[in-house]
């Protein structure tokens, strides 16, 4: 059975045996054109580190990702933008490679669209989520 990277899209991309328009190469960070853009300039951002969620990437290869989409962002002449990034199916994630969007919004019909359904707060519960989140981190 092949490797989870072997079969990658993005792995296969990383070793050129799928062409891509490459926007920025290093030994650790491949971004390029998104090939199905929301809208124009919608880049990714990508470890060359095979890993499905970012808790699988080691922080050493995550160093560039940020700073880069920062940089398409500013080639791009994005005013406004989102920077994306889903771990798993129920979070919309497509590709089973860690991977960031760099989305351009020039208008309300381009770019990312999304619904941010707020939750009540209940302070206690709250308190106590910090307590337990803050004690792990």
């Known amino acids: 059975m092949a490797s989870k990277a072997a079969s990658c899209i993005f792995c296969k991309i990383i070793k050129g045996d799928i062409p891509c328009f490459k926007?920025?190469?290093s030994d650790k960070t491949l971004a390029f054109l998104d090939i199905n853009p929301l809208s124009r300039g919608h880049a990714l951002v990508i470890p060359?580190?095979?890993g499905e969620k970012l808790t699988d990437i080691p922080d050493d290869h995550l160093t560039e990702l940020l700073p880069v989409a920062k940089k398409l962002a500013t080639a791009v002449g994005a005013q406004e933008y989102n920077i994306l990034q889903n771990?798993?199916?129920l979070a919309h994630q497509e590709v089973d490679h860690v991977h960031f969007h760099m989305i351009p919004k020039p208008n309300k019909?381009?770019?990312l669209g999304i619904s941010w359904p707020q939750q009540k707060t209940d302070m206690d519960k709250?308190?106590?989520l910090f307590e337990e989140i803050?004690?792990?981190v």
Do not use: D, T, V
């Open 109 to 111: 019909e381009e770019g």
């Open 134 to 136: 803050k004690s792990k």
């Open 23 to 25: 926007l920025f190469e």
């Open 126 to 128: 709250l308190k106590a």
């Open 87 to 89: 771990n798993g199916r």
């Open 48 to 50: 060359k580190f095979h």
